[in-house]
Nanobody
Framework: QVHVVESGGGLVQAGGSLRLSCVAS?????MGWFRQPPGKEREFVAG????????SYADSVKGRFTISRDNAKNSVFLQMDSAQPDDTAVYSC????????????????WGQGIQVTVSS
């Protein structure tokens, strides 16, 4: 069992920045960030391999968001820059043994999610 806990959500103005953090009980998993906008399906945002050497991004956030990890602290981060109102969603961190890309069915352990609201 891997425990995953997110933090850092909140309210940010359009064009602003926010940094989300995720702590997992193990650092040997690939990690991903997902989000669920109001009234919509959950979608992949970004992922990072267990070593941190490979990353993947959804087209909608490429160039604005950056995923990183610090395995010494069992932590994964999502730096959100140039935030837009369409980024408003519940953001969840998840752990997978097989992928750091899209395909949420391949992620085994999930955090509870945190709210991010981008005001216009």
């Amino acid at each position: 069992q891997v425990h995953v806990v997110e933090s850092g959500g909140g309210l940010v103005q359009a064009g602003g920045s926010l940094r989300l953090s995720c702590v997992a009980s193990e650092h040997t998993y690939h990690m991903g960030w997902f989000r669920q906008p109001p009234g919509k399906e959950r979608e992949f945002v970004a992922g990072i391999s267990a070593s941190g050497g490979q990353t993947s991004y959804a087209d909608s956030v490429k160039g604005r968001f950056t995923i990183s990890r610090d395995n010494a602290k069992n932590s994964v981060f999502l730096q959100m820059d140039s935030a837009q109102p369409d980024d408003t969603a519940v953001y969840s961190c998840a752990a997978s043994k097989v992928t750091w890309k899209t395909g949420q069915q391949l992620y085994d352990y999930w955090g509870q999610g945190i709210q991010v609201t981008v005001s216009s």
